[in-house]
């Protein structure tokens, strides 16, 4: 079995074209943490796939599970970052944009991870119970949720000023919060008149000492991770925006003014 | 051998695509910090 | 804040009086989606049964449309921008456009019901009458107040058109599987009994409740410039 390839590409080659300051996103915490998430996917890898047992009613298919619920973690988390960071834009508006960016980059990171954590879920659904989707509640409001928060991404886009990004977008990701249980609720009473027992039931896993310790693993190593993309993605959505702000004429003269150096 | 290639193929998309969203971002944020004077980056 | 909203709910209906987009478009399109609807099934026994979800679907949709011909009679002569700046209180205008658009969903769903009586059989029944009416106000009350705060959002920006659906469509999936279910129940579709509805009626309410509120709130921060 081949070892995964590192995640975190996190080097410190000074860019040869850098103006006065910093070349990149990075900084010694971001590299300290960039290098925490490198052993700790590798640790993650190692133990997923070698170390840990596999489960006596689930065999291998439990591999797949650390990775599935450390995705799932992050996906939640960062969803909760982004309503958290919106609410408290709205709540201090005009004063900073950084709660609109944070938002912002904590969705992206979002919608990621739980397209990974449907993927991982659907292919472990399908060893486990013979199919790649079953019409449960939380099942499907976690497709809701990506959903919804693709379109939180597409509000993003919209265009306009900033603050009128930031504003739209954290209307809408509070909204989310509410359309979220809501949803989560109906699709339970819905499920609630076909069938009894519910996934939480049937996937019920007594854990091994050393599948515990694989899943604290994933975990460890997947929180570290997103943290690190947060930063790196909130810094460049940062510079995105001042860039925009300085206009084309700045950028005009900045290539210019390469060009005669 | 279906749960083998199932496994992998897990493993593998995961560190791939977030290794893929890394990449993306640091290549990103280089390019912008080239065009952009030290007083944008407050974290320097 | 009502007289407000009761001033711009009329200017709405007025608008579509004079204009009749929704009576000569929408309308129709909603019919054909029904028959469409019934090629797709292909079977007299499966489209009656599920009659009450089409009729939902087919509103689902024809809200989407209802909700961008509610916000491009206000932008196309920068209304909105006017009502603003005269100092109209947002939560009057919101609750102006929702009861504007739900008193032309509440036609629509009311023809898109005699359309599914003719077309798919379903029965009308005397005991679930009660629950059909409370059922089709709070549906049109949840879809009205959430379609006017995603149209609100919408409004006036590039790419809105493609925007609204994905908005909109996850939001009010617990009207279409509540509204469906109550509206099985009051009909009598596959053998469910009136009582049935009730709970499902329940869940309208709260979402009602908190769009209610949710968007009275959310709808002044979002149209502000």
């Known amino acids: 079995m081949p070892t995964p390839k590192s995640p975190t590409p996190e080097t410190s080659t000074p860019a040869s074209a850098a103006p006065a300051g910093g070349a990149s996103t990075g900084t010694a915490f971001t590299r300290a943490i960039g290098l925490a998430t490198i052993i700790g996917m590798g640790a993650l890898a190692v133990f997923g796939l070698f170390i840990s047992p596999a489960d006596v009613r689930q065999s291998d298919s439990v591999r797949i599970l650390y990775i599935h619920v450390g995705t799932v973690w992050v996906a939640y988390v960062a969803f909760a970052v982004t309503a958290l960071s919106s609410a408290a834009y709205l709540w201090k508006r005009t004063t900073s944009l950084t709660w609109d960016r944070f938002a912002g980059a904590s969705a992206e990171i979002g919608v990621l991870f739980m397209a990974l954590t449907l993927l991982a879920g659907s292919l472990w659904g399908r060893l486990s119970w013979g199919k790649f989707w079953v019409w449960d509640a939380r099942v499907t409001s976690t497709a809701f949720m990506f959903i919804t928060y693709i379109g939180y991404l597409a509000v993003r886009g919209l265009g306009g000023s900033h603050q009128q990004r930031a504003r739209r977008s954290a209307v809408v990701a509070l909204l989310a919060v509410l359309e979220i249980p809501l949803v989560h609720f109906s699709v339970k009473l819905w499920r609630g008149l076909h069938q009894d027992s519910s996934v939480a039931d049937r996937t019920h896993v007594t854990l091994h000492g050393l599948m515990l310790f694989s899943l604290f693993v994933a975990l460890v190593a997947f929180s570290l991770l997103y943290v690190w993309l947060l930063m790196h993605r909130q810094r460049v959505l940062a510079m995105q925006d001042a860039l925009d702000d300085k206009g084309l004429d700045y950028a005009l003269q900045q290539r210019r003014s390469e060009g005669d150096a | 051998m279906e749960d083998l290639g199932f496994i992998l193929a897990t493993y593998l998309i995961t560190f791939g695509s977030v290794a893929t969203m890394a990449a993306f971002i640091v290549r990103r944020g280089r390019r912008l910090a080239a065009q952009l004077p030290a007083e944008d980056k407050p974290w320097i | ?225």
Do not use: H
Request: aromatic letters at 6%.
């Open chain 3, 1 to 225: 804040m009502l007289r407000v909203a009761r001033l711009l709910a009329a200017k709405d209906l007025r608008i579509e009086l004079r204009s009749r987009v929704v009576t000569n478009q929408v309308l129709p399109f909603a019919a054909i989606v029904m028959v469409m609807f019934a090629f797709a099934l292909n079977s007299d026994a499966v489209v009656s049964r599920v009659a009450p979800g089409l009729v939902w679907l087919a509103t689902l949709f024809s809200l989407l449309t209802l909700v961008q011909r509610s916000f491009a009679i206000e932008s196309a002569d920068g209304a909105t921008d006017a009502l603003r700046a005269a100092g109209v209180d947002p939560a009057g205008i919101y609750l102006g456009k929702a009861i504007a658009l739900a008193v032309q969903l509440a036609v629509l769903e009311v023809v898109l019901l005699l359309s599914a009586v003719v077309l798919y059989r379903a029965q009308l029944r005397l005991s679930g009458v009660v629950l059909l009416v409370t059922t089709f106000v709070a549906a049109t009350c949840g879809l009205a107040l959430v379609g006017t705060l995603y149209g609100g959002l919408a409004a006036g920006v590039r790419g809105r058109e493609t925007l609204l659906p994905l908005l909109l469509l996850p939001v009010v999936a617990p009207v279409l599987i509540g509204a469906t279910r109550a509206t099985e129940a009051a009909l009598g579709t596959g053998g469910a009994t009136v009582a049935d509805g009730w709970p499902w009626v329940g869940l309208l309410a709260v979402f009602v409740a908190l769009f209610g509120v949710g968007g009275t709130l959310a709808f002044g921060p979002l149209i502000e410039e």
